[in-house]
């Protein structure tokens, strides 16, 4: 009978505990065999998913779910984290925040939303490591998580209870192994903590961060279509490192300006936000804190939240040397934009008076940072909630007369690829009746397909997402901001992002009233891309070892279609691509001789990089042996040999110097030596005019685009043998979207050249004409380009 009661009060005790103290949660340290954030010990994918997958079998707190496969087709996941009552129901809140969402499920019904926001839960997503080399992030996520499935203190429960926590560990899972595996490399080298050798996105590098409004990126579709389009979060914590001798954190309001389309609800909530944070850190004594400086809300490119209700909190911690500390001074550290993290001011209250700065630093300051975030989305559930209805409801209401009811764009080559980013993005349209529908073909760059229907679509901004569409689809006039010394202060990034004029799309206002007559489905048929470009066009594309993201977009824009390597400074300076296409014996055995015997490229593009890189590259000493040295004389030498017996080069943007200064090309740049103050074009789009007969423009109208930045102008040598196929017009409006600074010196002034060298060509692109996978208006031209 007694060993019957005890039975009976062991069982109920056991019923009695937490579910979460039944099974004990399994620390970090327990399963990848180190605690996240200590100094030069960095976790590998594998790792991470092996602890979020115990943490989901211990935890009822936790809900861990695979999205979909990264680039490199590892598992893009996602742990979901609230109190156990509150995962039992994870639909049941999805509903009542996609309501929110819109509120034209409810006729904007006050009285509905009220009741709504009193059910309701506030959606925090927090997302990590999409910059890879910034590793305190996705080993921030491991300790995140650990404390919200197995702390039972009353702010961690709060958290719980009003809240779900969406927790990205890495929105670059590639990049985790990329980064750890250099890093493993170096440790206990010269080169411990040094920069990578390669980009640590397979296309795209630091870019992956600029492509939340193009979507060109699996991981960012992955990110919209399974998380922010599904759970529509108030709130998005993107975790970031910045460079190390600045402040020790920087936190939101962000400085001037703001898009203008950002809903004026935005600005109050991550002001309000950003500012709580940094008081609750600096009450914990952390110091060296900064806002309102250094990043800027000027594009979508960054800020897809933004344009869909919620608030981005842009979190940057202070680097180290990837998880190699630093010792530092105040002293040492360096003025930044908007502030000095040296002297204490309204944005910078508390200095930080030096020491070492590692990983345990960096995950305290992110960690405690994320925790006072969600502690604020507890607390100011009902005002989160409040405020995104209060941005749907302004979002959705019927436009007034003279207001601008939305846009008709109309229809060309282009078209499928911004149906796809307004389908991605939410953004509702309509076909006018009566126009025709028919069968719309993708532009084939290398082949003409016949003629395009003229057809329009119709969108209106009285909807959920309307400003978003409209960020996309008008001129950015960006302002001109000056120092007290008369120096344009530049922009975080850069200044234009009107997708219609950088795919080339027409697009009229209109203005209400207007009374839509229109098909909301269509059966407008979208087809596939048609590549010609076979094998006997194989092309090279220069790599160097200091990585350069616009090698990756070349890669990326000219792999849909195209047979191309990577191209090294090795492979030149060792003039292994001047020999023939190798082997002969799996070529078809009625190929003429002269197709047989062709060089190993037909073409070698260099992207997008300054001259001196390509020339130079790493220093010795600097980097492993290996990986030092550029093209260097040897291999300027043989690339002049290349083109004399018949091959084409190709420079894009400030690669083009590299050429006119190692061929000595009768071409020079105009805006070599010119001041700030003189001359200044921050990433924005400018008007060209082409020369249609020349083989490069097929298939083009005259008017064109350049995505100017960091550009070089070529002014010709009189009587030089060049040939100019685009220039900047003498009269009429250049600047299309952006902000420009003396742009009067480009007038005339020519923006792509081709050059005979031999038996060869060299060609000079003055932009980047596959700009970011955006700049579709100019794809035809790169395309052309290594198809003669």
Request: glycine share 8%; hydrophobic share 35%; charged share 25%.
């Amino acid at each position: 009978m007694l060993l019957r009661k005890f039975f009976v009060f062991f069982v109920f005790l056991f019923l009695a505990l937490p579910a979460n103290a039944q099974n004990k949660i399994p620390a970090p340290e327990d399963v990848i065999g180190f605690k996240p954030g200590e100094n030069r010990k960095l976790a590998s994918w594998n790792q991470v998913l092996d602890y979020f997958d115990k943490l989901d079998k211990a935890s009822d707190r936790v809900k861990f779910e695979a999205l979909g496969k990264s680039t490199m087709d590892k598992p893009f996941v996602m742990a979901t984290i609230s109190a156990p009552e509150n995962i039992q129901r994870l639909e049941y809140y999805k509903k009542i925040n996609a309501d929110l969402a819109d509120p034209r499920t409810f006729k904007s019904n006050d009285r509905v939303a009220k009741d709504l926001i009193r059910r309701g839960k506030t959606i925090v997503l927090i997302t990590c490591g999409i910059h890879s080399s910034e590793v305190g992030s996705y080993l921030s996520s491991l300790l995140m998580a650990h404390r919200l499935a197995a702390s039972n203190e009353p702010e961690i429960k709060k958290i719980l209870q009003d809240t779900i926590v969406l927790l990205v560990p890495s929105l670059n899972p590639d990049g985790v192994d990329i980064v750890k595996d250099w890093y493993d490399k170096t440790l206990g080298t010269p080169y411990e903590g040094a920069d990578l050798p390669v980009l640590y996105h397979k296309y795209t590098g630091h870019d992956n961060n600029r492509d939340w409004y193009a979507f060109t990126q699996v991981e960012t579709q992955i990110t919209v279509d399974k998380i922010h389009n599904v759970w529509h979060p108030q709130i998005v914590h993107d975790i970031h490192q910045m460079g190390g001798y600045g402040a020790r954190l920087w936190l939101p309001p962000y400085m001037q300006p703001v898009e203008p389309n950002v809903p004026k609800q935005i600005v109050e909530g991550y002001t309000e936000l950003g500012q709580s944070m940094q008081n609750d850190m600096i009450a914990k004594g952390f110091t060296g804190l900064a806002n309102d400086s250094i990043f800027d809300a000027w594009t979508p490119a960054r800020a897809y939240s933004h344009y869909h209700g919620g608030v981005r909190i842009l979190s940057e911690t202070a680097s180290c040397k990837l998880a190699t500390p630093v010792t530092l001074k105040t002293e040492n550290l360096r003025p930044g934009i908007g502030y000095d993290p040296r002297v204490e001011s309204k944005n910078h209250p508390k200095v930080w008076q030096g020491g070492e700065w590692g990983l345990p630093e960096i995950t305290s300051y992110m960690t405690t940072a994320a925790f006072a975030l969600m502690k604020h989305a507890s607390e100011n559930r009902e005002r989160w909630l409040s405020r995104f209805y209060e941005i749907g409801k302004e979002a959705v209401r019927p436009r007034k007369k003279g207001e601008l009811y939305g846009f008709r764009v109309r229809i060309n080559d282009n078209f499928p690829t911004l149906l796809d980013v307004l389908k991605r993005a939410g953004i509702e349209y309509g076909y006018p009746k009566g126009e025709k529908e028919t069968k719309v073909n993708v532009v084939n760059y290398f082949d003409s397909i016949g003629t395009y229907p003229s057809q329009s679509i119709i969108i209106p901004l009285n909807q959920p997402y309307g400003v978003f569409a409209k960020a996309l689809l008008e001129k950015q006039t960006y302002p001109n901001l000056k120092d007290e010394k008369g120096n344009p202060i530049p922009p975080y990034d850069v200044t234009a992002h009107t997708l219609s004029i950088l795919m080339n799309l027409k697009v009229e206002e209109i203005k209400s009233p207007y009374t839509p007559n229109l098909l909301k489905k269509s059966n407008v048929l979208i087809g596939n891309a048609d590549c010609i470009i076979g094998w006997q066009n194989k092309i090279g594309i220069y790599k160097s070892h200091i990585p350069s993201m616009d090698e990756g977009w070349t890669r990326w824009a000219l792999g849909i279609c195209t047979e191309n390597e990577s191209i090294t400074d090795q492979e030149i300076r060792a003039n292994n691509f001047n020999q023939e296409n190798p082997p002969y014996s799996k070529l078809p055995p009625n190929m003429m001789a002269e197709q047989r015997k062709d060089p190993k490229y037909r073409f070698i593009i260099f992207p997008d990089q300054p001259a001196s890189q390509i020339l130079n590259g790493h220093a010795k000493g600097t980097m492993p042996d290996e990986l030092t040295g550029g093209v260097g004389a040897e291999g300027v030498k043989a690339l002049r040999e290349y083109t004399e017996a018949g091959g084409t080069l190709i420079f894009l943007n400030r690669a083009s110097n590299f050429a006119i200064e190692q061929f000595k090309l009768p071409v020079r740049d105009i805006t070599e030596g010119v001041t700030r103050k003189d001359f200044y074009i921050p990433g924005s789009i400018l008007r060209t005019d082409l020369d249609t007969t020349h083989p490069i423009t097929k298939g083009m109208e005259r008017e064109s685009i350049a995505w100017f930045e960091n550009s070089p102008v070529f002014e010709v040598a009189q009587d030089a043998n060049v040939r100019v196929i685009a220039r900047y017009p003498t009269s009429g409006e250049l600047l299309l979207s952006g902000w420009a600074l003396g742009i009067e010196k480009l007038k005339g002034k020519a923006a792509l050249v081709e050059i005979p060298v031999g038996k060869g060509r060299i060609i000079l692109f003055g932009f980047r004409p596959q700009y970011r996978g955006q700049s579709l208006a100019t794809f035809p031209l790169l395309f052309n380009s290594i198809t003669k």
